[in-house]
């Protein structure tokens, strides 16, 4: 996969892993968002310069990726709207690959709709009847109510995620890959809750774009996940470069440390480091 500016040049995605992206251009930023929130909304390719690409550069859709967005994971709730729409779908779903439930949705209905055509009601003349045909299984879940729990004694919003990432994961039968976004800090969730979501979604192999501008999201990421800093030209800062120079000077470091120097390196934001550390960033250019 590819993040695509048309002005601009592209951006690789790792495939099945965590990608943390930071920009800085905000712009950018705020158009890639868009661009989510929009095909998030619509499922449909939208019309922007900036997008992504899958790897026969075809634009992503719901056609060919299931594409999660989590942008105001704050706000996330067992009510909230989309989780009563993905579990109101699984049950259907649910009724109609079940043999034994479909037999007894069937045998439910008939006796429904039995129920109202033996009323008749008679009475000064006149007689009322009444028929029900054709129940339609749409017009029934909607008027569920529905009770989630959770085997533990209050819930987080980590739990809210797992439930709507399995759900959605028990609904695909076509085996579409899955595409998720986060956002970070902006959907304030605490660190430590994000982290145990990244630890989470590595187990399942997915693809993950996460994008943020917090520089101690970037410090704590793992080995293998993807780093990506983009410039105002729309290029990638080399972070591999930045560790080959080090060693040639000052000797292995850590991932840690490396990220943090990266980082401070693409924000151009040098109060933090040492002088020595500072001249020896100036006198490169990985950006």
Not at 112 to 136: P, Q, V
């Amino acid at each position: 996969m590819q993040i695509v500016d048309i002005l601009s040049g592209t951006v690789p995605i790792k495939e099945n892993k965590i990608n943390i992206i930071s920009f800085e251009n905000k712009e950018k930023m705020r158009e890639l968002i868009k661009y989510f929130i929009k095909l998030e909304s619509t499922k449909t390719s939208t019309e922007t310069d900036l997008y992504i690409v899958d790897e026969n550069l075809n634009k992503v859709t719901s056609k060919s990726t299931n594409f999660i967005l989590f942008d105001d994971i704050l706000l996330l709730s067992k009510y909230d709207k989309r989780i009563r729409e993905i579990i109101i779908k699984y049950l259907k779903f649910k009724i109609e690959v079940d043999d034994s439930l479909f037999l007894e949705y069937q045998k439910s209905k008939r006796n429904i709709e039995n129920f109202f055509n033996d009323i008749k009601i008679e009475s000064n003349g006149y007689s009322l009847d009444f028929f029900l045909e054709d129940i339609d299984i749409d017009s029934i879940v909607k008027k569920l109510e529905i009770d989630i729990s959770f085997n533990k004694d209050e819930e987080s919003r980590l739990d809210i995620i797992r439930l709507i990432i399995d759900l959605s994961m028990k609904l695909e039968i076509e085996k579409k890959e899955f595409f998720i976004c986060l956002l970070f800090p902006e959907n304030s969730i605490n660190f430590q809750e994000f982290y145990d979501l990244l630890d989470y979604l590595r187990k399942l192999n997915m693809t993950v774009l996460v994008i943020t501008n917090e520089e101690l999201f970037f410090r704590e990421t793992q080995i293998e996940d993807e780093v990506i800093l983009i410039n105002r030209f729309f290029e990638k800062y080399d972070i591999n470069a930045l560790k080959h120079e080090y060693k040639l000077f000052y000797g292995d470091i850590e991932q840690k440390k490396l990220l943090q120097l990266a980082f401070l390196d693409f924000r151009e934001n040098y109060n933090l480091i040492d002088s020595r550390l500072k001249d020896f960033l100036l006198s490169k250019s990985y950006k």
